[in-house]
């Protein structure tokens, strides 16, 4: 049973371009949330999607903006970059609200 | 970023110590989950308390409810070398998003 997978495991961007990350949700998981870690800190939550919306958001700008496919995959956009958006990025899948599983993360650099 | 304080920041024990990390909110909680990052990794899952003056045991690992739901704890006994990481809780706020604490960071030393 594959757990939380991620791609690409590292980016790096110049200021201005987008990315785009990907997750896939342990397997029997419908929601996805995203995640933003820096450097020493705890993970800040950005969005959840379950049933292809997002339902909810944290403080993030529109620059950051997210999709769920009908296989409850997740993708997560970024634009604009900048940056002090380099960080770590997870993905963790749930069933409900139980414990969520976090996928290994995707290092964005944004020089 | 909104967080949940979490004290001590950093904590050095020798191998064999125990070890206990706090969490404090200023609201009532409905749940708080704690997660263990391993350096270089991601969090994982440890346990969700929900009840007041919950108490919940792993192997060596103690997880407590306050009984105003305000605040946790995780303490771990004789320590070992496998334990370091950042032990991290999580309350939920709203219906979905969860609010990670600022983490406590562990070192054990051999």
Redesign the interface.
């Known amino acids: 049973d594959a757990g939380v997978t991620q791609s690409p495991t590292h980016l790096i961007k110049t200021r201005g371009q987008q990315v785009t990350l990907r997750c896939s949700p342990k397997s029997g998981h419908d929601t996805v949330s995203w995640y933003q870690q820096a450097l020493g800190q705890g993970p800040q939550f950005i969005f959840q999607y379950y049933e292809e919306e997002e339902r909810q958001r944290g403080n993030f700008p529109d620059r950051f903006s997210g999709h769920q496919f009908p296989n409850y995959s997740s993708e997560l956009n970024v634009n604009a970059l900048l940056l002090g958006d380099s960080a770590l990025y997870l993905c963790a899948s749930s069933r409900t609200r139980n414990e969520q599983y976090f996928g290994p993360g995707t290092r964005l650099t944004v020089t | ?3 949940v304080m979490q004290i001590p920041q950093y904590q050095h024990v020798q191998e064999g110590e125990d070890f206990t990390t706090y969490c404090n909110s200023s609201t009532t909680l409905s749940n708080i ?1 704690w ?1 263990k990052q391993r350096p270089g ?5 440890l346990i ?1 308390l929900v009840k007041s003056g919950e108490v919940k045991k792993q192997k060596r690992l103690t997880f407590q409810f306050g009984e105003a739901k305000k605040n946790s704890s995780l303490h771990i006994t004789a320590t070992q070398t496998t334990d370091v990481g950042t032990y ?1 809780c999580a309350e ?1 706020s ?10 406590t960071r562990l070192k054990v030393l051999a």
């Open positions: 970023g909104q967080q989950q997660y990794g991601h969090p994982v899952f969700q991290f939920r709203g219906t979905y998003k969860y609010i990670f604490g600022t983490g």
